[in-house]
């Protein structure tokens, strides 16, 4: 069933009750607005005669100054050590996987079939297979592990070679295997995501803007097809920069599906992965065009937490763009240090884990 075919079908009912998006996400009365620039300790950026060094400053020039940046969170909702918990989406999960692993918490996402599977750099961890880029594809992988209705679209799996295939729906860390294997990847996938059913915590990690769509299968796949389909069917896959509407949609979708089909006491918490696109298809400059996807997302997310009680959203991607960049960034500017990538989990753990 094409993905065309699977917004008709999956939620019509629950789509038709979709919250539309609000003129304001919040409106409140100049007293309450007083109120709340007298208790937000956080609230102003700079002062005058303050001596900007004082490491233990309230104002943001002050805070801004300091080598790890700590903002002030104030989570909806605390989440339990015997909760289990999955995360689903960039890279970036799977260093929350890691660090709620360390508290010995339960992980869902993380499991132990992924960390059996080989992949091609043998210093990666074969839970990069995992990993989900845009808001479309994770809407796709719960679809087809949540929905009865929706049918992975196999069509969208294609050759490489004589002998090796390709899921688009996954990240290729893994080696290129025949259709057999490629086939019981993807119901391991579909299996292991299913578990997402008995999880009040979900994650979810949003990453890029830029999209790419099948139109053979008429489905979004997950990145970047690989280069060598571009020369062997050079028409098949189109672009896509996706528009704020199209992102706010395929949350609300999540939502549905996750409020239809998950845990009756459901938390979900939304970041935006700080990783920077490797590169752009578009015409735009790489820095232009991450600031915008990454500012499309952030503003997404930022929407769709304030419209559901259940949902909040985590400022990791403020956390690392506004910490001491030689502390944050390995050299190519791109990856993450391992003592920041710390710095934004503790922080993660300590407001949101009773």
């Not at 208790?39 to 790890?68: C, H, I, M």
């Not at 294997?181 to 578990?195: F, I, N, P, S, Y």
């Not at 992965?273 to 578009?282: A, G, R």
Request: glycine share 4%; hydrophobic share 40%; aromatic share 12%.
């Amino acid at each position: 069933m094409s993905e065309a075919c699977l917004e008709k079908t999956a939620h019509s009912d629950a789509q038709r009750h979709r919250k539309p998006l609000r003129q304001s996400s919040y409106i409140a009365t100049a007293a309450e607005t007083v109120k709340n620039y007298v208790e937000n300790w956080a609230g102003v950026w700079f002062r005058e005669n303050v001596d900007p060094d004082d490491s233990a400053g309230k104002y943001a020039f002050q805070r801004l100054r300091q080598t790890w940046f700590t903002p002030k969170i104030d989570p909806k909702f605390k989440l339990r050590s015997d909760d289990k918990f999955f995360a689903i989406g960039s890279c970036f999960a799977r260093g929350i996987e890691s660090s709620l692993i360390k508290h010995k918490v339960a992980v869902e996402s993380a499991a132990p079939e992924f960390a059996k599977l080989q992949p091609a750099n043998k210093e990666v961890s074969g839970l990069g297979f995992t990993n989900k880029y845009n808001t479309y594809s994770i809407l796709n992988e719960l679809r087809w592990a949540l929905d009865p209705d929706a049918e992975f679209p196999r069509e969208s799996i294609v050759p490489l070679t004589k002998t090796t295939w390709y899921d688009p729906h996954t990240n290729p860390t893994l080696e290129f295997a025949d259709l057999e294997e490629t086939l019981r990847r993807r119901a391991l996938m579909q299996a292991v995501t299913k578990r997402i059913q008995g999880c009040r915590a979900v994650i979810l990690t949003l990453g890029l803007a830029e999209v790419w769509r099948d139109v053979i299968a008429d489905v979004f796949v997950n990145r970047t097809p690989i280069p060598s389909l571009f020369k062997t069917d050079p028409e098949r896959y189109e672009f896509h920069l996706t528009s704020f509407a199209e992102n706010w949609a395929n949350l609300e979708a999540i939502h549905e599906l996750l409020s239809h089909y998950g845990h009756p006491d459901i938390r979900i918490i939304v970041t935006v992965s700080p990783v920077p696109l490797m590169n752009t298809f578009s015409t735009m400059d790489i820095v232009t065009a991450n600031t915008w996807g990454k500012s499309l997302l952030r503003a997404a997310a930022q929407e769709w937490a304030a419209a559901h009680g259940k949902i909040d959203y985590f400022p990791s991607y403020e956390i690392v763009q506004n910490s001491d960049r030689a502390a944050v960034w390995e050299t190519d500017l791109r990856h993450v240090k391992g003592a920041a990538a710390q710095h934004v989990m503790n922080l993660f753990v300590g407001n949101y884990l009773e």
